[in-house]
């Protein structure tokens, strides 16, 4: 069942990942706008076949800091348990990965973390809660302590 589990959740996210919406906008003589959505595959389907859910899961979220273009930071950024909040689908309830650890562990871009350390906002700051006695590794963590730490292990220039 957990293989299941794992194919369904990988082939899921593959379709998500490799699909790109396209959005029609052709207008009629009467004005009339198409608002139909298509969906292309594109090579990333290929790219991304050898990956693991766990993988693209991570890929996903640290994409999303990486690719960051304007000022406006990832919502997810802004949940404190995150972590917690996954327990269970990719790893025990007993033995939780530590998700937003290993999301910036992927992150490369000093600009999106200068940002995220930047921030004037307490949401960033602020250290998950436990809940039910589960412990993760670096839940005395906040988003901008991780933040501040891969900004040294990637030894960017604070300019």
Known sequence: MRNLNGVLMFFLVNLVLSCKMQKKENLSAANYVDTSVKLELDSSFIKNRDKSPIDLFIATFADSINGLKNEQLPLFLSDAEFDFHHVGIFSSFHEPLPL?????????????LSLII???SDIYKKKPNPKNDIQVKFQNLSVFDLAE?????????SN
């Open 100 to 112: 937003r650890k290993l999301i910036f562990d992927q992150v490369i871009n000093c600009k999106s």
């Open 118 to 120: 930047s921030n004037n």
């Open 149 to 157: 730490m891969r900004f040294d292990v990637l030894k960017c220039s």
